[in-house]
Each structure stands twice: as structure tokens, then as C-alpha cells.
């Protein structure tokens, strides 16, 4: 009597163990479908966005980083880019102008949501950025790169800097020309200025692959206590003088 009872309370035990199984299971895959170090969209408008994302090459940012919006403009104001001409392209029309790699308009976007990606961001992470729009030439014009900080140093990465293709698959990425025809090539070189703040440039170009990226490792607070404060955006605070 004492076996059947046993065994009965053994069958009506087990769809309920098995239930409770399969509730923990997939209470583990919901867990481990995010990642804690996963992608975060902190601005996103039309194909232009801004995210917080793992970064590959480190784990040690001295992230979150307070830097307002003020001071994220007036650095990137700073970036100067040019095109990078072969030797025959120099020979026809000389050494490229140095330009602003960040036009006002875009700073007015990027430079908010970057300072607000930074304040997010946990020291295994960088911030993704990228600003695309249309030109009156149908074309789709694109400024890509990442950004991080490790103290001293703010580090910016790119790989795009208004470069121009078409709004689909850019198969073209090089213009593959006769040697004797001066060659338009997209690709660029960067730095800041002044250069006296500039720690160190790194280029992780690929010959004839269109994957470029230029690094350049800035000594931020020593730029920001040197340069203009960017106009337009929230000022940085000020001292007030002491009363007498």
C-alpha cells in the first residue's frame, strides 16, 4: 500500500518538475540574450546615430566621462582632415587644403549626444557614431568613426570623413584610373590642431582596401584649457572671483 501510494505521488510530481524545468531555462536564455555590455542607441534620426558598444580593443575606458557638450564641439572643431594624394595626383594639382573634418551643423548634432554617450558608456565600451545625409547630387555623403577616453587621452577613430558614394552598395570605393591620370582617391589623412595636444597618430589603413581608420590620442583637458570655447552650445562653467 505504503509502494503504490509512493508511486502514485512520483507521477503527479513529474510534469510538474518538468514545468518548473522548462521555466528556469528559459528564464536563463532571457538572461543571456542581453548582454550587460551590449549596443545602446542614445540618438538616432534618419541614418544619422549615435551608440554605446563593446569595444574590441579594450576594457579599461575611464568611462562614464564627464565632458559636456561645449567641450565635445570645441574639440571636434579642432579635427582637420585632407585628402591623401598619390605622387602624380601632387604632381597635377599640388599638396590637398586642410579642411574642418566636422562642419558646424554636424557638431550641433553629434556634440550633445556624444557628451551623453560618454556618461553612459562603462569602461568596456566606445561610442559609434556616424552622420549621413543626401547631396544635391544624389549622393550619399557619410562621416564615420568612433570615440573613447582614457585618461589623459581622448581617443577618436575614423573611417569615413564626408566621403561621397552612391546610396547603395559602394563597390566603387576607388577610383581605379590610367597611371598617367592624376587618381581621385578617398582616401585621407587627420589630425588636430594645434598639434602640440596631438599624443599620437595612428593609421590602420589597408593598401587598396577601403576599410581606412586614422586614430589620433588627444590630451583633451590640456586642449580644452588652451582653446575657443565652441560657440552655440551650453557654456562651461566658470570660476566667479572671490569677494573681497
Request: proline share 8%; hydrophobic share 35%; net charge neutral.
Amino acid at each position: 500500500m505504503i509502494s503504490t501510494s509512493h508511486s502514485h505521488n512520483r507521477r503527479q510530481q513529474g510534469p510538474v518538475l518538468t514545468l518548473l524545468l522548462l521555466l528556469a531555462v528559459a528564464a536563463s536564455a532571457g538572461c543571456t540574450s542581453q548582454p550587460v555590455n551590449g549596443h545602446k542607441t542614445i540618438y538616432e534620426s534618419g541614418l544619422n546615430t549615435v551608440r554605446v558598444e563593446t569595444d574590441p580593443d579594450s576594457s579599461s575606458n575611464t568611462h562614464p566621462a564627464a565632458l559636456t557638450a561645449t567641450e565635445v564641439g570645441t574639440l571636434l572643431r579642432s579635427i582637420r582632415s585632407w585628402e591623401r594624394r598619390n605622387f602624380i595626383h601632387r604632381l597635377f594639382a599640388g599638396e590637398a587644403d586642410r579642411t574642418r573634418a566636422f562642419r558646424d551643423e554636424e557638431i550641433t548634432v553629434l556634440a550633445p549626444a556624444l557628451s551623453k554617450a560618454l556618461a553612459q558608456a562603462t569602461p568596456a565600451q566606445r561610442i559609434y557614431f556616424r552622420l549621413s545625409h543626401a547631396t544635391e547630387q544624389g549622393d550619399q555623403e557619410t562621416t564615420t568613426g568612433w570615440l573613447s577616453v582614457k585618461d589623459p587621452l581622448l581617443i577618436l577613430s575614423l573611417s569615413e570623413i564626408h566621403d561621397r558614394h552612391s546610396p547603395g552598395p559602394d563597390i566603387g570605393k576607388y577610383d581605379r584610373q590610367m597611371p598617367n591620370v592624376p587618381e581621385a582617391s578617398a582616401l585621407f589623412d587627420v589630425t588636430f590642431e594645434p598639434e602640440e595636444f596631438l599624443a599620437k597618430a595612428t593609421s590602420g589603413g589597408r593598401l587598396f582596401a577601403p576599410d581606412q581608420r586614422e586614430e589620433l590620442q588627444i590630451r583633451y583637458r590640456e586642449a580644452l584649457a588652451a582653446l575657443p570655447v565652441y560657440p552655440g552650445l551650453e557654456p562651461r562653467p566658470t570660476s566667479r572671483p572671490s569677494k573681497p
